[in-house]
């Protein structure tokens, strides 16, 4: 009957109503206004277990910023703090990222369901990374006049990223007064490894191969090493972003092809061959810091081979 009727619909409402509620008074505590948006019609993804989604992390982290730092009043800190996280977050935001937390100078940041499609997210990752790195020449030009000082060490300041995608565990997590909606996992673990791991290869991003490989052909990659970083147990294929596709020099194209012949025959265990090429690439870039890290490794492992079985990963425990 009409009445019947009725009282069910209203009924549906009550309960879309309080959900709609529950959701607001719980993401009411989280930092980013789009987790509202994007969650107020799917309930189910606020669940206290989480669900498990294949994600993109990205950690960044400012090179040479604690020494700087050192040597500024807490007012002057402050304002380069504020104007640095805001210069790097604003590419994570129009790349549709989300900003999970800062961690001093560091930002952690994710894209994935139901913020972005699957097939898109790893993109926009590797997108705002190069953002972010084209933005760093700007900030230091900014901070002399921010500080209203003549010369700054800030021009020692660089970027280092880490990107990886993998599966992890998305949901609310916290106390009974503050949550966040967060995402845990070994993908976590690894994009916070590759960052570090920049500081080995003189680079400002490192990549994981399964983010290169859902990208797609908007990216200019160099594959730079097998490595295990610390926590792990196998090897990761890891790469630099160099640029969006058909931007990239004549010169950066020669050495990215004559580091990549360099680094076959170094997995080969033809020193000679790796070196000449190695040489090279850093002829075309004279301060490419892969190309460097790896001429370095070759004279060693010259002078002192690894085994014939030797698989060619690195071992990186920092």
């Avoid at 210069?87 to 994570?92: D, H, K, T, V």
């Avoid at 499609?117 to 705002?128: K, M, P, S, V, W």
């Avoid at 990374?129 to 700054?152: H, S, Y």
């Avoid at 400002?204 to 290169?212: A, F």
């Amino acid at each position: 009957d009409e009445i019947g009727q009725l009282a069910a619909a209203f009924n549906r409402m009550v309960v879309q109503l309080r959900d709609n509620q529950r959701i607001k008074e719980t993401f009411g505590k989280y930092i980013d206004p789009r987790v509202v948006e994007g969650l107020i019609d799917r309930p189910n993804l606020t669940a206290a277990e989480g669900q498990r989604r294949v994600m993109t992390v990205l950690f960044c982290d400012l090179k040479g910023f604690t020494s700087l730092s050192e040597g500024m009043t807490p007012q002057g800190l402050v304002k380069v703090m504020n104007r640095y996280l805001s210069i790097m977050s604003e590419p994570i935001r129009t790349n549709r990222g989300i900003i999970d937390k800062y961690i001093g100078d560091g930002i952690m940041a994710y894209w994935g369901p139901p913020f972005v499609d699957e097939a898109d997210h790893a993109r926009f990752a590797c997108l705002a990374a190069i953002e972010m790195i084209e933005r760093i020449a700007a900030l230091r030009q900014e901070i002399p006049e921010l500080l209203g000082v003549r010369g700054t060490p800030m021009e020692k300041c660089d970027l280092r990223i880490g990107v990886a995608t993998g599966e992890a565990l998305v949901g609310s997590i916290g106390s009974d007064v503050m949550m966040s909606y967060t995402v845990m996992g070994d993908v976590v673990n690894l994009a916070s490894r590759l960052e570090g791991v920049n500081k080995t290869y003189g680079t400002r991003n490192l990549v994981s191969e399964r983010t290169i490989a859902a990208a797609g052909a908007a990216l200019e990659v160099r594959e730079i090493d097998r490595v295990v970083v610390a926590g792990h147990t196998h090897s990761e294929i890891i790469f630099e972003i160099l640029g969006r596709k058909g931007e990239l020099t004549p010169q950066r194209l020669l050495s990215r092809d004559k580091y990549l012949e360099g680094l076959a025959a170094y997995r080969e265990q033809q020193w000679d061959e790796a070196l000449r090429a190695l040489n090279e690439s850093l002829g075309a870039i004279p301060d490419d810091g892969p190309s460097m890290a790896l001429i370095k490794r070759v004279e060693s492992l010259k002078a002192d081979p690894p085994s014939r079985d030797w698989d060619g990963a690195w071992h990186i425990d920092k």
